[in-house]
């Protein structure tokens, strides 16, 4: 494999991971979020059988309440993290994609240029075998000063 296609793969591989690490990022967001309203409910009906609770409801609320909004701050910070993670792994993905096309440009430019100086060269040679083999066939008839 070349270096190219291993970062290319890697690439993939990771955008496909940040994909589903985003996707399970919302699913449990959204599955917090019905936990909670459980909660707050539970809180509520639990009220009357604790009395310690009971007394101090409104506290227990707000502790509820300032820990869901925790929870929610972390998984808006777990959400951007991803997202920025996501669209990183996208732009190298371009940016590698760019590259490897510039690349193959170059390869083809290089092979052209290596074709051409390489006909232009046996095009010299085929000249001067000929001008080689004019001469020979001139001097084709021997004369008597031969060495």
């Given at each position: ?84 993670f996501f669209q990183d792994c996208l ?42 083999a004019a001469k020979l066939n001139k ?9």
């Open positions: 494999m070349t270096y190219a296609s291993d970062t290319q793969s890697m690439l993939d591989q990771r955008l496909k991971t940040t994909g589903w690490q985003i996707a399970q990022t919302v699913v449990l967001g959204l599955l917090a979020a019905c936990l909670s309203l459980f909660g707050q409910v539970c809180l509520e009906r639990a009220r009357p059988i604790f009395p310690a609770l009971d007394q101090n409801f409104a506290a227990w609320q707000s502790g509820y309440t300032l820990v869901l909004i925790v929870i929610g701050i972390v998984w808006l910070v777990a959400m951007l993290q991803r997202i920025s732009e190298r993905l371009r940016s590698q994609r760019r590259l490897d096309e510039q690349y193959a440009v170059r390869k083809q430019q290089a092979d052209e240029a290596r074709q051409a100086k390489q006909a232009e060269k046996a095009a010299r040679e085929a000249e001067a075998e000929a001008a080689r001097n084709a008839r021997s004369t008597k000063f031969d060495y």
